[in-house]
Structures are given as C-alpha cells and as structure tokens.
C-alpha cells in the first residue's frame, strides 16, 4: 500500500512538472510545420498567422510545437514564444524578434552562419554536387510572389546606394 502512494505521488508531481513545463507561443508568420527540423523535411501542414502552439522541444533553429491538429517542427523565427495576450500590438512579435528578446525570460538567442577563417578558405575545393544542391533550392519569380502574397508582404521601391568613391 506505501509503495502504491509513492508511485501516485511520483506519477502526480511528473505530471504536474510537465505541465509547468509547457511554453506557448504564437505563429509570426505562415509556415510549414515539418516531420523534422530540417528544411527538406516532409511537410505535415501549415502553420497559419497567430496561431497558437505548445512549444514541446528546441533543436538549433527550429521549435517542435504542438497544435490541435499535430505536432510537428518550425523555424524558431516562425514563433514568439511566451504568454499570448488576447490583445497585443501586432509589432511586438517583430520588435522581439529585433531585439533578440523574445519570450518571457529574455534570454537572447542568435541562429546564424559563422565566417570562415582564411585557412578554410584557401583549402576549399570546387564541388559541383553542392553547388547544384544550392541551385536546387532557387525559385521562380512567380513562386516568390505567391509566397509573398501568403505572408503580409508587399514590393516597395527603394533607390540604390551611391557608389563609393
């Protein structure tokens, strides 16, 4: 009989401790929500403009959240995390993403790709395979505008910057 009220008593505080555990966010952006967090990934869905998600896990870029519908990963930059509020300014998800400061610990967490030493440079050889892997991930014009069109994006024009003299 003891043994059984230790094991309920375990059983309870592993529930509630995943339950306190659980970090929310709130889609920036639509996106797709990927078997894997990996951009060639098998895509399970898409993640729709403010829509609410549970935040399961972190694996470099990338989120594995789980919505109403499944549970699959996200580029970290797709979401804020935190409490969502019912009515909050619409800029503050990108004003966090701005400063670095999203979420509700302000932690600051970069994703980037370091330079590469002088070293690295002149070792480097020419390899046609990851070149035309590159150039696979290209896309047409009118798939830039559709994609354009999905996100609250529009074209602006802008004038070039002078040349140095």
Known sequence: MFK?????TV?????????LASEFGVALKVDDIRAQP?????????????????IL???GGWLQIKRTKNTGWVRMLSIRSGNVAKKSNPANGLLSLASGRAGTGKIVATTGIRGLSEE????????????TLVES?????TQAQQFASEAPLRARQFDYLPVPK
């Open 137 to 141: 991930y290209g896309v047409s014009a």
């Open 4 to 8: 059984l009220k230790i094991s309920l």
């Open 11 to 19: 059983l309870c505080y592993l529930l509630i401790s995943g339950a």
């Open 57 to 59: 896990n972190r694996q």
């Open 120 to 131: 690295e440079l002149r070792s480097a050889t020419f390899n046609l395979q990851q070149l």
């Open 38 to 54: 990996f951009g060639d990934a098998k895509s399970l869905g898409k993640l729709t403009l403010n829509e609410k998600v549970t």
